[in-house]
């Protein structure tokens, strides 16, 4: 626990699957509404079959709300081929309550057991912060 706030046991649970068992492509954690827990946010959700999933993803980022997200992004190298890697992102709405701004930006990561398999976290602040296009993603 960072900041207060607990890791609900599902979000853990989901974070294994997306890295193991690779269920999803993107996954959508929030707070929740009584601001005691991290918990899976179940209507953001991105599968590996979605066509164009980076689009998608950008698309269920919220206007007015906050979420942490893992997307496992794919990639490929010169030196070894197709790869994958989980990303771990904060997104943050600056027109928020400061009180909900500093307990959404307490936690580097809402799984902190699980931080060593995160890339450092991008940080977004708007959906103007995701206006770019890497290709392969």
């Keep these: 626990m960072t900041s207060g706030v607990n890791v609900a046991k599902e979000v853990a649970d989901l974070y294994d ?3 193991f068992k690779k269920t999803l492509k993107v996954a959508f954690f929030r707070i929740s509404d009584d ?6 946010d179940t209507e ?15 698309k269920m980022l919220p206007e007015d709300d906050c979420r942490y997200i893992v997307f496992d992004v794919s990639y490929v190298t010169n030196d070894s081929g197709d790869k994958t890697q989980l990303v771990f992102i904060s997104c943050l709405q600056p027109r928020l309550p400061t009180r909900v701004l500093v307990l959404l930006a307490g936690p ?4 902190p057991s699980h931080a ?4 450092p976290a991008p940080k977004a602040t708007s959906r103007k912060s995701w206006n770019c296009r890497t290709s392969g993603v």
Excluded at 35 to 40: D, G, Q
Excluded at 116 to 119: A, I, K, P, T
């Design 44 to 58: 953001n959700q991105v599968k590996w079959n979605q066509e164009d999933p980076y689009s998608t993803f950008v």
């Design 108 to 111: 580097p990561s809402p799984l």
């Design 116 to 119: 060593r398999w995160f890339m």
């Design 17 to 19: 699957d997306i890295k």
């Design 35 to 40: 601001k005691k827990s991290i918990i899976v």
